[in-house]
């Protein structure tokens, strides 16, 4: 169903790391990807851009509303939702969208989330998948898995919104789709124990077993690395500090580069035995340091528990 776009937020500068450029939409955005992967809330986003929003709109008719787009000078973006409820439909959409690239200025957007957040909003708002109430969601979710691959595989931007809340999510579009900088790049940083396994969304992750563990101090086995005595503790030695400084300059180094290639995210993990002590401090302590460097950062600790130290 069509709606009408909502006046653009007027374009302020931010003071931000990224270049400042001359703001510039493309002509068409296509959102596709899992279902409960926050598609709606990106077209939402982008109605509240002035983008022209449709959604659901049947595969066969995108040709025609990306010519519509191009040449109607009321429309100056579009952006649209296909997915799975096209059905059969969809297996045509590659071919289609390869088409049309070559007459319009396009994006492909691609959302996906963690198996467990998708799950987790289908009981919340307690609809079925698309693909059927008669199987269960992660059934489901595993046949559109394969189904969207090959989509996937042609998209210009992959977004997993199990990182975002909604507000998040759609202060990234905006930020991403505004054209305020000419790169953005969201920072994670995450502390976990090997015990309970790697993060699957890590993207560089750093092993600090090497640095002595206030588990064996008994004052220190109940509480966390953000408790001060523990971080204090830790800090005490000069191997820790040395590591702080070097993996600090490391990712210094690295972010402009992956900013330059486009990366939209980066998940940064730092993991010990029990991910309750060294990590934790660990994870804190290199947070702090993106920030002060002037990198938009969060922290998080996936395997503490849940009390105040």
Known sequence: MARKPSPPPKKTAKKTAGKLKTPRKPELVVITGLSGSGKASVLRALEDLGFYSVDNLPVDLIPKFAELTRDNPSIQAAALVVDIREGE???????????????????LVFMEAEDQAIIRRFSETRRPHPLGSGRSVSR?????????????????????????????????????????????????????????????????????????????????????????????????????????????????????????????YLTIGFGCTGGQHRSVMM???????????????????RDIPKRID
């Open 89 to 107: 439909g969809l297996k045509r959409f590659p071919e289609i969208y390869a088409s049309i690239r070559q007459r319009v200025k396009a994006k």
């Open 140 to 264: 489901s979710l595993r046949s559109e898995r394969a189904m969207l691959a090959p989509i996937r595989a042609m998209a210009d931007l992959i977004i997993d919104s199990s990182k975002f809340t909604v507000h998040e999510l759609r202060d990234f579009i905006g930020e991403r789709f505004r054209g305020e900088r000419e790169s953005n790049i969201a920072i994670y940083v995450t502390s976990f124990g090997y015990r309970n396994g790697v993060p699957p969304d890590s993207d560089l992750v750093f092993d600090v077993r090497f640095l002595p563990n206030p588990n064996y101090i008994p004052e220190f086995k109940h509480l966390t690395g953000r408790n001060p005595d523990v971080a204090k503790y830790i800090r005490s030695f000069p191997q820790t500090m040395e590591f702080i400084q070097r993996i600090t300059d490391l990712l210094v180094y690295l972010l402009p580069h992956y900013i330059a290639e486009g990366k939209s």
């Open 283 to 301: 994870a804190e302590q290199i947070y702090k340091n993106l920030e002060a460097a002037g990198y938009k950062s969060k922290v998080s600790h």
